[in-house]
């Protein structure tokens, strides 16, 4: 399956704050992009740059929506065509929830098609009224973000950005919390699932079970969260590997995960990157970043105006040259038409020509009647044999000295007399039998024959 990558959810902010809250207090990750790199700085909610940097156009803040409050769904669309796949992906995301999609704020990510020549997808989103309640909280603090990701998401593509799994190898992120814990299966680069569980060896065992439905299964543990160096974290990881034995280890600096995800994935494409502050609910800096845009776009367009006037202004010089051009071709065409060089311009010179034309007109005649009767008496002796002896024309070139035919004849006797009556009237040519078809007709060709 092809996965697809799409933009960061802030492609014009060079410095954005990751904001983890949870349990009363934020875990705060700065990040600062050059180039394509980044810097991340854990640093305390009360650090004056937080407030200060908010302040600058290229500044973002970026909060989530927890696991237990939003939602992410896989659906899959019976249909090979991407633009087919998503007309009916609102439909399919309908039927998978317990409440109205109508309340909802949701995206549709990652839609690739598959061998099985259908489109899946991974729709995320959250409920009007917990958007507002996450908002709310975060405002208690006051803490406005901008940006709102999606839990889950965060973790899985932070923990495989930082740890890479192993080919085709099923992991398990577990984020730890005081009392609850977040888990996010998958495999391959993708989730398959993720779940707001308490922090309890069973929970975690009964996710996985749920998911992968074998003892048997390999498992990449990788542990996060403030409570996942703690004597009860080694206990539920040293039971869980009995159980589901792997690889196991602790991302580095494992409390900060979830906001240096937050901080990334705003500034940096890749994988799954979405936005659930959206619609109605869209923060301002947003709107006014819109607003600029169009009013560029409005800007660029006269620009070009400009541009487009400056450049036929400069073009003024360009066209003098081509109307120089073409007045000396019209001076050479004259001279040639009226045979000598015409002293007069414009209506005058062609007036000159006309008169020269009326004169040349008059010498040439008897050589043109000449001509003209020639032909004319050959095409109406063509035409009138065809017509007596039933002959048909599938070709013909006739000039002053030259005529070639072919055609189909009842019989060669009848082509024997169309030779004949060009020979009559001046015009030599040769006769030729070429092939014989059915009901006695023949295919026969003309071409001119040696004058006498």
Same mark, same amino acid.
């Given at each position: ?30 990040a ?18 937080l ?42 995301? *309908? ?7 109508e ?8 839609? !690739? ?8 997808? =991974? ?12 908002? &709310? ?9 901008a ?10 593509? &932070?923990s ?54 074998s003892?048997?299964? !390999? ?12 004597d009860?974290?080694?206990e539920? &990881? ?40 959206? *619609?109605?609910? &869209? ?76 004169t040349? !007109? ?8 000449a ?12 035409i ?33 007399? =169309? ?7 001046g015009?030599?040519?040769k ?7 059915g ?8 071409t001119?024959g040696?004058?006498?």
């Open positions: 399956m092809k996965q697809e990558r799409y933009d960061s959810t802030a492609r014009w902010a060079r410095i954005s704050y990751g904001l983890d809250l949870h349990d009363d207090r934020v875990i705060v990750v700065r600062v992009r050059t180039g394509g790199r980044l810097s991340l700085t854990t640093i305390d909610e009360n650090d004056a740059s407030r200060s940097d908010l302040l600058r156009r290229d500044c973002v803040a970026v909060g989530y929506l927890r696991e237990r409050e939003s939602f992410a769904r896989w659906l899959t669309a019976p249909f090979a065509s991407v633009s087919k796949a998503r007309q009916v992906f609102p439909s399919l995301l *309908d039927i998978q929830l317990p409440f109205p999609l309340e909802c704020v949701y995206e549709v990510l990652s839609e !690739s098609p598959t061998d099985a020549r259908t489109v899946s997808a =991974l729709a995320v989103g959250v409920r009007f009224s917990d958007i507002q309640k996450r908002l &709310q909280a975060y405002s208690e603090l006051h803490m406005d973000p940006l709102l990701d999606q839990e889950g998401l965060a973790l899985w593509t &932070q495989i950005r930082e740890k890479p799994p192993a080919p085709d190898a099923m992991r398990a992120v577990v984020f730890l919390r005081r009392e609850r814990a977040t888990v996010v299966t998958g495999r391959n680069g993708l989730p398959s699932g993720s779940h707001s569980i308490r922090s309890e060896t069973a929970d975690i065992d009964r996710i996985l079970r749920a998911r992968l439905g003892e048997s299964v !390999s498992v990449e543990w990788a542990w996060a969260g403030d409570d996942s160096s703690g009860k974290a080694k539920m &990881q040293k039971a869980l590997l009995k159980t589901w034995p792997g690889v196991s280890f602790i991302h580095d600096e494992p409390e900060s995960l979830l906001a240096r995800s937050l901080a990334t994935r705003a500034l940096l494409p890749g994988p799954l990157r979405c936005n659930l502050r959206r *619609d109605q609910y &869209q923060h301002e800096l947003l709107r006014s970043r819109e607003r600029s845009s169009s009013g560029r776009s409005a800007l660029l367009v006269l620009v070009a105006g400009l541009i487009l006037c400056a450049a036929g202004l400069g073009s003024d010089s360009l066209a003098r040259r081509k109307l120089h051009r073409a007045m000396s071709s019209f001076d050479s065409q004259v001279d040639r038409l009226a045979g000598t060089k015409v002293r007069t311009k414009g209506e005058k010179a062609l007036a000159e020509v006309e008169r020269s034309l009326k040349n !007109s008059r010498l040439r005649q008897p050589f043109v009647d001509i003209s009767s020639s032909v004319s008496q050959t095409l109406k002796t063509i009138d044999t065809g017509n007596e002896s039933q002959l048909t024309y599938e070709f013909m070139t006739m000039r002053p000295d030259f005529l070639t035919i072919t055609g189909i004849s009842p019989s060669w006797d009848r082509c024997e007399l =169309l030779k004949g009556r060009l020979d009559t009237i015009v030599p040519v006769l030729e039998r070429r092939k014989s078809l009901d006695g007709k023949i295919r026969f060709s003309v001119p040696s004058p006498r």
